[in-house]
């Protein structure tokens, strides 16, 4: 089993950046495939982007040239850098470990206009 704590949420202006960090302990780190996820109220929980073990990268297409994922099995971390945030981007971001579906507990992101 994998645990999962986020953190790096917060309030921003439209136009801002928020880098978001997911740490992981437990099972190996390193083999887990990775990904970012987002709900917004009454909206269901959608992929933002994930990570592969071997470092290949998605991207949801809303997100594409703004946000960036990245891992450092080092420090048993993987980010997402959130640039030119937009309101519509505002909701709790979750971080996935999927070969072990392991969930954090979620982080909010709230962009102004």
């Known amino acids: 089993q994998v645990q999962l704590v986020e953190s790096g949420g917060g309030l921003v202006q439209a136009g801002g950046s928020l880098r978001l960090s997911c740490a992981a302990s437990g099972s190996p780190f390193s083999t887990n495939d990775m990904g970012w996820y987002r709900q917004a109220p009454g909206k269901q929980r959608e992929l933002v982007a994930a990570?592969?073990?071997?470092?290949?990268?998605h991207y949801e297409d809303s997100v594409k040239g703004r946000f960036t994922i990245s891992r450092d099995n080092a420090k048993n971390t993987v980010y997402l850098q959130m640039n030119s945030l937009k309101p519509e981007d505002t909701a709790v971001y979750y971080c996935?470990?999927?070969?072990?579906?392991?969930w954090g507990q979620g982080t909010q992101v709230t962009v102004s206009s």
């Open positions: 990570i592969t073990a071997g470092g290949d990268i």
């Open positions: 996935r470990a999927f070969n072990v579906n392991s």
